[in-house]
């Protein structure tokens, strides 16, 4: 990556990490209330295949690091409009997160997700429910 892409990554990432600081830095009640008054209801907990996926209202130090080396290995992402503002994590018990980025405003809903476990990580984007 060329040193004016790895100076717009470290721009974007700390912007990120602006973003998901500050609503989850407080009370884990208010970042809930503020996910919950722009759509439906989200869950507490959603099975997908044979994993079974738990909401986390923190973001953990470690998830910072785990993005920004995914979007280090994926920087065509780092200008995706879709990407922005504060994901939503889930977790399984394997240690695998998934980040949502929900667009509720539309409809249908569109959402991107970037799901990191113990191998690279992968981005898929839809429409609909994204549970």
């Given at each position: 990556m060329s040193?004016?892409?790895?100076?717009h990554l470290r721009i974007r990432l700390l912007?990120?990490?602006m973003i998901f600081a500050s609503?989850?830095?407080?009370?884990?009640?208010?970042?809930?209330k503020t996910a919950e008054?722009?759509?439906p209801a989200l869950?507490?907990?959603?099975?997908?295949g044979e994993k079974v996926w738990t909401r986390d209202l923190?973001?953990?130090s470690s998830d910072e690091k785990r993005l920004e080396e995914f979007f280090a290995d994926n920087p065509s992402l780092t200008e995706n409009p879709r990407i922005s503002g504060n994901p939503l994590v889930y977790r399984s018990s394997s240690g695998t997160a998934r980040f949502y980025w929900i667009d509720r405003s539309r409809s249908p809903v569109e959402w991107s997700l970037v799901e990191i476990g113990s191998r690279k990580g992968r981005y898929e984007e839809g429409q609909g429910g994204p549970f």
């Open positions: 040193s004016r892409g790895s100076h912007a990120m990490g609503p989850l830095a407080g009370c884990g009640h208010e970042a809930a008054s722009i759509g869950p507490e907990s959603f099975s997908a923190k973001l953990q």
